[in-house]
């Protein structure tokens, strides 16, 4: 299983001071940058895109940035994710004509890909893209919006996920999003999870590394 990683949503952040935050949360102990792309038509919100990503990078952001799609089409977008610099570029199979061929678009570019699983969304297409996937994404609230709470069916689902991945002997991230807290990290963690996104648990906390030092600590007592 790959080390943990906490992955603070920007959704959360403050986006009038959102390179200041983005230092924040990773001074304060964070490993990626997980940024929510919301086109107002595969989900009811709108976010943003590849100009912010850009800008992010140009304001100095070295941190891996975990770009979810949350937009259809998906490939039309995929290229200009690809030169603003994100590290993973993960979208939901509904949201393709042609899941293979999108993701064999975003390693073309470099960058690392993955899909994303709704609650209610079967994992059956995996087993037919499992070498061509580096992150599983499993959603444990509906997508759309933060500071939902963490959908309890999606820990049987994590399990699933993760025996498919040691079954493929890949290293592939396996991560979670929505609703996760000081409180649920460690039987998230417990269930297979190793990457965890975490919006406004930490973004709305007075101290983000409190925060951060806390999922860690339960983290620990996880996978002892
Ligand atoms: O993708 C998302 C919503 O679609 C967000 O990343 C997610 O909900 C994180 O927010 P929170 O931790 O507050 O639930």
Not at 18 to 34: M, P, T, Y
Not at 104 to 130: H, W
Not at 136 to 145: D, H, K, Q, R, Y
Not at 171 to 198: C, Q, Y
């Amino acid at each position: 299983m790959q080390p943990f990683v906490i992955a603070p949503s920007i959704l959360s952040a403050d986006f009038a001071r959102l390179g200041e935050e983005v230092d924040n949360v990773l001074a304060a102990g964070a490993d990626f940058v997980h940024f929510d792309v919301m086109d107002n038509h595969y989900v009811p919100n709108l976010t943003i895109g590849p100009m912010v990503c850009s800008a992010l990078r140009k304001y100095g952001v070295t941190a891996p940035i975990d770009a979810h799609l949350m937009v259809s089409p998906v490939d039309r977008i995929v290229g200009d994710f690809i030169e603003a610099g994100a590290t993973y570029i993960t979208f939901h199979p509904e949201a393709t004509q042609h899941i293979d061929r999108s993701l064999q678009l975003i390693r073309e570019g470099g960058c690392k890909s993955g899909l994303v699983f709704n609650p209610a969304t079967p994992l059956d297409v995996l087993k037919y893209v499992m070498d061509k996937v580096d992150m599983i994404l499993l959603m444990s609230v509906n997508p759309g919006f933060g500071g939902q709470k963490f959908i309890p069916g999606t820990l049987d689902k994590l399990r699933e996920a993760r025996a498919l991945i040691d079954a493929s002997g890949r290293d592939i991230r396996l991560e979670i999003d929505g609703g996760v807290n000081v409180n649920n990290i460690r039987e998230i963690a417990a269930a297979g999870a190793d990457t965890f996104v975490a919006g406004s648990a930490i973004f709305n906390a007075p101290n983000y590394q409190e925060v951060i030092e806390k999922m860690r600590s339960e983290l620990a007592l996880a996978r002892p």
